[in-house]
């Protein structure tokens, strides 16, 4: 809730300064004193109470019947009144303005319809101001004034008005339309003369909240008053009015008027005043706004709207859907083509700062386009809008009006045009002619005409969230459409559902389980409270299931819908375990043990036992007699346990095949004798087996040892002979043999680097020359031959694997 305080201006303050005292005349007269504060005050109060009464007078004088004023400044209002008046730019009266607030300001119960943009906001926020004025209203007289409207942007902006043209009074007003926190709200509504709020919020406040006095309330305004009185408004207002005095002024105002006796008497209304400034006139729209309509079919909408936002992207557009859900897929598919105008979307479902900020940028911005539900269509103030587009048709001409009244306000110029299909157009046209609406069929030229389909369907493959949201707009279009009341115009049957499904992307047409009447009521009268928490997506998604799909039920809940249970009670009583406890919940299986197995084991087929013959693991046959027996046949595990074939074999590293190691218990280990004992024997076996073993690996390395000094000799012997080894023929090959199982061999095979082959030691090993990038052929040819003699063999082990391999093969390194 927002509150604002009225503080009176300083003028009337300054006005009010002490007189200055008067000289002395000549003649010796005395000076007169200054007036004091108490006395300043008291003349100050009187003459309150003289312009007060004066204003009383002037409006018991006022003759509504004979009263004609073109001006605000005619009209018997306070000063304070009039100044904000004045100051807000508001000069002259409109047909309802002078018709309404003469009869409001005698203090008279109104009925007013008026057009759309007519200016009924003022029509009744003067008369509050001058209700709480001549009654000398304070903030401890409590609420003195409540103006209820069917939406939170109607309440923001009749808000609005009511701080520009109340600025000069002292009273306090207040804003309750939810969306914020309960008690902070509370804390301040005591302290509220006005408040402008939505049915359900105020009725919230008005159960719970201790402080709000309304025994005390002057006037009850309810803005759009057919709206408020309809079916989904209906509950809420009827328990908000039983909150409310009985004597009080009570204003309805509305551009399509209810005049049903049953909504007068609900509302306590006395010897109301019905004003009608537009019955006579040609048309009930207004006179500056041009209506058209189109004949599209169903599968066609999102073309044509797309075709016509993309040839008005310099104008200021309101596009009304029928359905939250579809509001919400066409922005969301249309934002990712880019139209080239920015596009906002409005719907119930939003967060109120969402919609409060929506509605801002709308307002300021030049060129946009406004994608929403019938959320806006009542009383909301958008300037300068250049076109309403209907996608979807209204559900009767009094929503077509209130839609079409969003442009042309204020006697400015507007357009407005309806998507039909053409099972809806006949119904329509009827019921636009009974109301005197001129309306022109229309169509759309050949080369405007765009096909966005395939685009829809590649968004919808490639994201899930959107194909969700196609879904939901068909089935909450369809259900709409089923839910309507007049069947001649909104035939279901005759809709191209198969076609609306697939321009929306959709590869199948999803089913739809229409609601049944009294769940409506029950969905169109629920909390706010019961919205947010997914009640209606779980309705959607119930809609959604095909009408055939069972629901899915467990066998404990077939179970529970047994009739005569007793009959079967002591069988599960003997299915259930003894031991089994009491936090086992349905133990109904029965545990079979050890013992049991051995109880139910089948019987040879050789005794001569009657049953079913079974061949079981091994190819022995059994006799089967029950199927608790046959059942247990199943168990490997209990059967070659019950066979004794139930030890495990493992394999070691080496591939041996032994039992499986287990734990024994503690018996089996104290007759192995004393702990110690077992200890020291154990440890005793363990250093024998690992002796053995590097017995073993010892005299493996001195064979391998002896093998490699062999293969060294000989292959010293072959260099020093001028002979090739017989596996060194054909070049290096590496692998094929067992001196050659890596390229290491051919590693042993090359000379040292600087070897002279003579076994001097002591001899100076050569300076090592800078490389070349090619031979220079004046080298000495006794240089070259001796890079060409090849020196000491160095045997390389192809896998060093003990420390005397390692040591062999740095002293031979070191040697060089």
């Not at 919400?328 to 119930?348: A, K, V």
């Amino acid at each position: 809730m927002s509150g604002y305080v009225y503080k009176p201006p300083d003028s009337e303050a300054k006005s009010q300064k002490p007189q200055k005292p008067q000289k002395a005349k000549q003649g010796g007269k005395a000076e007169a004193k200054p007036m004091s504060k108490t006395e300043s005050k008291t003349l100050k109060r009187k003459r309150e109470q003289e312009s007060l009464a004066a204003l009383q007078l002037r409006v018991d004088e006022l003759d509504p019947k004979t009263a004609d004023y073109d001006k605000f400044s005619a009209l018997p209002l306070s000063s304070e009144t009039a100044k904000g008046l004045d100051a807000s730019h508001f000069t002259n009266l409109t047909d309802i303005q002078k018709k309404a607030i003469p009869l409001a300001l005698k203090g008279l119960d109104i009925l007013g319809a008026a057009k759309t943009g007519s200016g009924k906001t003022l029509a009744f926020l003067t008369p509050v101001l001058e209700k709480l004025y001549r009654a000398q209203w304070t903030s401890l007289d409590g609420l003195g004034a409540l103006i209820i409207s069917p939406t939170r942007e109607l309440a923001v902006q009749i808000f609005e008005v009511l701080r520009k043209i109340g600025r000069y009074h002292g009273f306090s007003a207040g804003l309750v339309i939810g969306g914020k926190n309960l008690k902070e709200e509370a804390e301040r509504l005591e302290r509220m003369n006005i408040l402008v709020c939505t049915p359900g919020r105020m009725l919230q406040h008005l159960d719970q909240t201790a402080g709000l006095d309304v025994t005390n309330l002057q006037i009850l305004v309810l803005d759009e008053a057919d709206r408020t009185l309809d079916l989904g408004f209906q509950t809420a207002l009827d328990a908000l009015v039983e909150h409310l005095p009985k004597e009080r002024q009570t204003l309805l105002f509305s551009a399509t008027q209810s005049k049903r006796v049953s909504d007068l008497a609900r509302l306590s209304l006395k010897d109301p005043e019905y004003i009608s400034v537009h019955e006579a006139a040609a048309s009930a729209t207004p006179v500056g706004l041009s209506q058209h309509y189109l004949v599209v079919p169903l599968p066609e909408k999102l073309n044509t709207l797309w075709g016509f936002i993309r040839s008005n992207v310099k104008t200021k557009t309101i596009v009304f859907a029928s359905s939250g859900k579809q509001v919400r897929f066409i922005y969301e598919s249309f934002r990712h083509m880019q139209p080239g105008i920015p596009l906002l979307h409005l719907h119930g479902k939003q967060k109120q700062l969402a919609r409060l900020e929506i509605n801002r940028r709308f307002l300021r911005a030049e060129h946009s386009c406004l994608i929403t539900t019938d959320v806006c269509a009542r009383g909301v103030d958008f300037p300068s809008v250049d076109w309403v587009v209907q996608i979807d048709a209204p559900e009767d001409v009094d929503t077509y009006i209130h839609r079409v009244g969003r442009t042309a306000r204020n006697e400015k110029l507007g357009k407005a045009v309806l998507f039909l299909d053409p099972s809806e157009e006949e119904g329509m046209m009827e019921r636009f002619e009974s109301k005197r609406i001129p309306i022109v069929k229309i169509s759309v030229k050949e080369g405007k005409k765009t096909d966005i389909m395939a685009k829809i369907q590649d968004q919808v493959f490639h994201s899930t969230e959107l194909k969700y949201l196609a879904q939901k707009a068909f089935i909450s279009y369809t259900r709409s459409i089923s839910l309507q009341k007049d069947k001649n115009v909104f035939d279901l049957r005759a809709l191209d559902l198969e076609g609306f499904s697939k321009s929306l992307g959709l590869p199948q047409m999803p089913q739809v389980k229409m609601p049944r009447p009294e769940d409506v009521r029950k969905l169109k009268n629920r909390s706010r409270a019961e919205i947010s928490s997914g009640s209606e997506d779980e309705l959607d998604g119930a809609a959604a299931r095909p009408k055939d799909k069972k629901e899915v039920r467990t066998k404990y809940d077939k179970m529970f819908e047994r009739q005569n249970q007793d009959v079967l009670s002591s069988h599960y009583q003997n299915l259930r375990p003894e031991e089994a406890s009491d936090d086992e919940f349905f133990p109904v299986k029965r545990q079979l043990d050890d013992d049991d197995v051995e109880a139910v084991a089948p019987k040879n087929a050789d005794d001569g036992v009657r049953g079913k013959v079974i061949t079981v693991h091994g190819g022995q046959e059994l006799v089967i007699d029950s199927k608790r027996r046959e059942k247990l046949i199943q168990s490997k595990k209990k059967m070659l346990k019950f066979m004794g074939k139930g030890t495990k074999t493992v394999f070691d590293d080496e591939g041996q095949a032994h039992s499986l190691y287990e734990l024994g218990d503690e018996d089996d280990f104290r007759q192995g004798g004393d702990a110690e004992a077992q200890r020291r024997r154990f440890v005793d076996e363990e250093k024998d087996k690992v002796r053995e073993v590097d017995d073993d690996d010892k005299a493996a390395a001195k064979a391998r040892r002896q093998e490699k000094k062999m293969k060294r000799k000989e292959r010293e012997r072959a260099e020093l002979a001028g002979e090739v080894p017989a596996d060194k023929k054909g070049g290096a090959q590496f692998g094929t043999s067992e001196d050659a199982e890596d390229a290491l061999d051919f590693l042993r095979s090359l000379p040292v680097a600087g070897g002279d082959g003579d076994g001097d030691d002591d001899a100076e090993p050569p300076k090592k020359k800078a490389k070349k990038w090619f031979q220079d052929e004046s080298e000495d040819e006794a240089e070259v031959a001796r890079k060409k003699k090849r020196g000491k063999v160095i045997e390389v082990s192809e896998a060093p694997d003990t420390l005397e391999d390692y040591e062999a093969l740095a002293a031979g390194l070191l040697d060089d």
